[in-house]
T-cell receptor
Framework: GAVVSQHPSRVICKSGTSVKIECRSL??????MFWYRQFPKQSLMLMAT?????????EQGVEKDKFLINHASLTLSTLTVTSAHPEDSSFYIC???????????FGDGTRLSIL | AQTVTQSQPEMSVQEAETVTLSCTYD???????LFWYKQPPSRQMILVIR??????QNATENRFSVNFQKAAKSFSLKISDSQLGDAAMYFC????????????FGQGTELSVKP
């Protein structure tokens, strides 16, 4: 089956650091990838839609200068949290799809902790 | 805009019994997809079952089945012969045909299974 690899699984870093999270589709090409954020005991909130070769589409209220998304190839999207602060601590999860009526496939998520 | 509502924050079921998780949604679209995802403590997102809105027949996957009522905009999940491994957070999700297929999640229902 389709596999999405997300890396790293856990990051702990100091306030002010920029953190990059990678999302790779291992055995299929994904023209569209999605980035979600999840707080403890809460639902997944869509942050942005990442489109290969074009700018990402951000959801209302998500700072595009804070959360930089790059989708340089059909198998890789990256989310960079710039100048991270403690309030950016959360669980970030990506998904990728092949389009049409096929379901999305999720990565295993990244737990980000900013000290 | 589409919304998904899960009105049961927590549910409990005895092992081997049946439990139904509720989900309602709001949309003006006629074509869309509905999903149930399971998220265990590992926080992996696992697809349980999906339903295409144009199909009248309710989807089934082994012990999991749905009751899809399009006119009522209701999409409940029934788990039969509950097992200890079914304990998890369950999310109902709506996916548009357009807008790149992004998922809109409900608030989630935490299911516990008693031995």
């Amino acid at each position: 089956g389709a596999v999405v690899s997300q890396h790293p699984s856990r990051v702990i870093c100091k306030s002010g650091t920029s953190v990059k999270i990678e999302c790779r589709s291992l055995d299929f090409q994904a023209t569209t990838m999605f980035w979600y954020r999840q707080f403890p005991k809460q639902s997944l909130m869509l942050m942005a839609t990442s489109n290969e070769g074009s700018k990402a589409t951000y959801e209302q209220g998500v700072e595009k200068d804070k959360f930089l998304i790059n989708h340089a190839s059909l198998t890789l999207s990256t989310l960079t949290v710039t100048s991270a602060h403690p309030e950016d601590s959360s669980f970030y999860i990506c998904s990728a799809g092949t389009g049409g009526n096929q379901p999305q496939h999720f990565g295993d998520g990244t737990r980000l902790s900013i000290l | 805009a589409q919304t998904v509502t899960q009105s049961q924050p927590e549910m409990s079921v005895q092992e081997a019994e049946t439990v139904t998780l509720s989900c309602t949604y709001d949309t003006s679209e006629s074509d869309y997809y509905l999903f149930w995802y399971k998220q265990p403590p590992s926080r992996q997102m696992i697809l349980v079952i999906r339903q295409e809105a144009y199909k009248q027949q309710n989807a089934t996957e082994n012990r999991f089945s749905v009751n899809f009522q399009k006119a009522a905009k209701s999409f409940s999940l029934k788990i039969s012969d509950s097992q200890l491994g079914d304990a998890a957070m369950y999310f109902c999700a709506y996916r548009t045909y357009n807008q790149g297929g992004k998922l809109i999640f409900g608030q989630g229902t935490e299911l516990s299974v008693k031995p």
